[in-house]
């Protein structure tokens, strides 16, 4: 069974910050792990992903204001948010491709989404 939990959503004023993060378990071989957003009534977006070896990707939205980070030991992914901006308000889910335990193939698995609240 394959579990990514998430944290570290919650309430902050503009210009905050705010660390995500999502550890993945029942899972291996994990080479892409990401951060997309959705807000009410909008398409789910991608925020930031990063791979195993370390490259990186960034929406222009949040490109300098947030950092993905990795732990691959721990199958763990961080985003660190700065400067945060209300229109970043949504829930914002992490992802992760790879290999469930027992399985063959190749899998990409969703977190339940953590809240993300920017307001005065």
């Known amino acids: 069974q394959v579990h990514l939990v998430e944290s570290g959503g919650g309430l902050v004023q503009p210009g905050g910050s705010l660390r995500l993060s999502c550890a993945a378990t029942g899972i291996f071989d994990i080479n892409v792990m990401g951060w997309y957003r959705q807000a009410p009534g909008e398409e789910r977006e991608l925020v930031a992903t990063?791979?195993?070896?370390?490259?990186?990707h960034y929406a222009d939205s949040v490109k300098g204001r947030f950092t993905i980070s990795r732990d691959n030991a721990k199958n763990t992914t961080y985003l660190q948010m700065n400067s945060l901006k209300p229109e970043d308000t949504a829930v914002y889910y992490c992802?992760?491709?790879?290999?469930?335990?027992?399985?063959?193939?190749?899998?990409?698995?969703w977190g339940q989404g953590t809240q993300v609240t920017v307001s005065s």
């Open positions: 990063s791979t195993r070896d370390g490259s990186t």
């Open positions: 992802n992760a491709d790879g290999y469930a335990v027992g399985k063959w193939y190749l899998s990409h698995y």
